[in-house]
C-alpha cells in the first residue's frame, strides 16, 4: 500500500456509511484500520476503549492469524470473531489494506454483523480508493 491522505471529507463519508450500516443495527463500535493497525476512522460509542492500542493489536492479531493460515495450507483467513461475556469483536478483511473491526454485544446476532460486514466493505473500499 502506498502513502494515502484521508482528508477530513473522506473521514465523514467513511463514518457516515459505518453509522448507517451498522451503527444503525446496535453495533457499538466499528473502527476501521490499515493493515499497519493506524486508525483511519471509528464511529461509534468508545467507553473508555483505547481505540489506538486496539488498532495495533488487530493488526497484529490478523498478521499472526495469516501466518496460521499459512502453515495449514489456506491462502487468508478473513474474518476473526470473538465472544466475550459482555462483549463481542468481529475482525474482517476489507480488501487487502484494511480491516474492520466491530465491537457488539450479544443483543445483536452474529449473521446480521457479518452480512452488514459484507454490504458495506466495497462501499468503503470505494471510497477509499477514491482520489480527492
Not at 59 to 82: C, M, P, V
Request: no cysteine.
Amino acid at each position: 500500500m502506498g502513502t494515502m491522505v484521508v482528508t477530513t471529507e473522506k473521514v465523514k463519508e467513511l463514518q457516515k456509511v459505518l453509522n448507517a450500516q451498522l451503527l444503525a443495527i446496535g453495533v457499538s463500535l466499528a473502527i476501521l484500520i490499515d493493515e499497519a493497525g493506524n486508525v483511519i476512522v471509528a464511529a461509534g460509542n468508545e467507553n473508555g476503549v483505547d481505540t489506538t492500542s486496539l488498532a495495533a493489536l488487530a493488526a497484529a492479531n490478523f498478521g499472526a492469524t495469516a501466518q496460521i493460515a499459512k502453515l495449514l495450507g489456506e491462502e487468508d483467513f478473513s474474518i476473526l470473531y470473538h465472544k466475550g461475556k459482555r462483549d463481542n469483536i468481529h475482525f474482517t478483511k476489507i480488501g487487502m489494506d484494511f480491516i474492520l473491526v466491530t465491537i457488539f454485544t450479544d443483543e445483536i446476532p452474529l449473521g446480521l454483523v457479518r452480512l452488514r460486514v459484507n454490504q458495506v466493505a466495497q462501499e468503503l473500499l470505494n471510497l477509499l480508493s477514491e482520489n480527492d
